[in-house]
């Protein structure tokens, strides 16, 4: 049986009015009751990632990312909206160990005319050899090169060990105990894989406590920063972004908390880094 906070955040995700990203392009999303009974549905979640990256658009086109990676890519609606909005020549790859989320996904990339590269993989698994390019007779890998824009969905919703090995639909959002075995996973090796310059972006919940993430994070030279909030019900969804600290930064106190992202009339209280792109001010109204 799902637990009682899984039927209650879910169907507060399915009853709430999904807020589509308001000025970028919303990405076609093909699918049907078909594909979505082994598919996560796009839900309130999604349509907050979408707009935590319009948020961040400008930023992120200042970045320029060579390589854009989304783990656990489900629908591909995130992958999509960032392609169709970023317009750079990033290389995109996403990830899902479920087949049918690979071929809702394709479905999505096909509809939106939007080149992914789909890797069937439990979360990077042996993505260093997809990577892997020649240019002009070098060797670019993973390792030397880094991924510059990471995109994770994770099942963030807390339940029972047993939950996760359940039906697919149900692997993609069972998180285990506080909801974060598979998010703990993945943040094992972020140092790793980003670049130097690199974000990463992701889905949590207040139970999946952010500020112990935070913690963590900073302990292995990370900033840790909201994005996007809102509420769900009985939960509030949060959108964080992760980026490496200066190397001159101080180590985390014992109660590092997650930062929230200023308003337009603060300055900003992330650590810049050399060479790195200003953060973007936050996102103004269009005018009427």
């Known amino acids: 049986r799902l637990s009682l906070q899984i039927i209650c955040i879910h169907m ?13 392009i919303s990405p076609v999303i093909p699918l049907d009751y078909r594909d979505f009974e082994n598919v996560y549905e796009p839900a309130e979640d999604s349509f907050l990632f979408m707009d935590a990256l319009e948020k961040d658009l400008n930023f992120l086109h200042s970045l320029n990312p060579k390589t854009v990676v989304e783990v656990g890519c489900g629908s591909g609606c995130i992958s999509a909206f960032l392609a169709l909005n970023l317009k750079t020549s990033s290389r995109y790859i996403a990830t899902d160990i479920n087949p049918f989320a690979l071929k809702a996904s394709q479905k999505t990339f096909e509809a939106n005319k939007v080149e992914v590269e789909l890797v069937q993989t439990d979360l990077l698994c042996g993505l260093e050899e997809r990577l892997v390019m020649k240019t002009v007779g070098v060797i670019d890998t ?5 991924i510059d824009v990471l995109l994770f969905n994770p099942p963030y919703v807390p339940t029972p060990p047993e939950e996760m090995q ?24 972020v140092d790793g894989v980003l670049s130097e310059r690199g974000m990463m972006y992701m889905v949590a919940l207040d139970s999946n406590e952010p500020d112990d993430i935070a913690r963590i994070m900073r302990s292995r030279g990370f900033l840790t920063k909201v994005v996007k909030r809102r509420r769900a019900g009985i939960e509030n969804l949060l959108i964080l972004r992760l980026q490496r600290l200066p190397a001159a930064a101080p180590a985390a106190p014992p109660c590092a908390r997650v930062a929230e992202d200023p308003p337009s009339n603060s300055p900003s209280s992330a650590v810049p880094r050399a060479n790195a792109p200003a953060e973007p001010p936050e996102p103004r109204p269009p005018s009427p």
């Open 166 to 189: 359940g039906s697919l639909i149900a692997r993609s959002w069972a998180g285990g105990e506080r909801g974060r075995e598979v998010t703990d996973r993945l943040l094992a090796v």
């Open 142 to 146: 993973l390792s030397q090169r880094g």
């Open 12 to 24: 507060a995700l399915e009853s709430s009015t999904l807020q589509l990203p308001s000025v970028s």
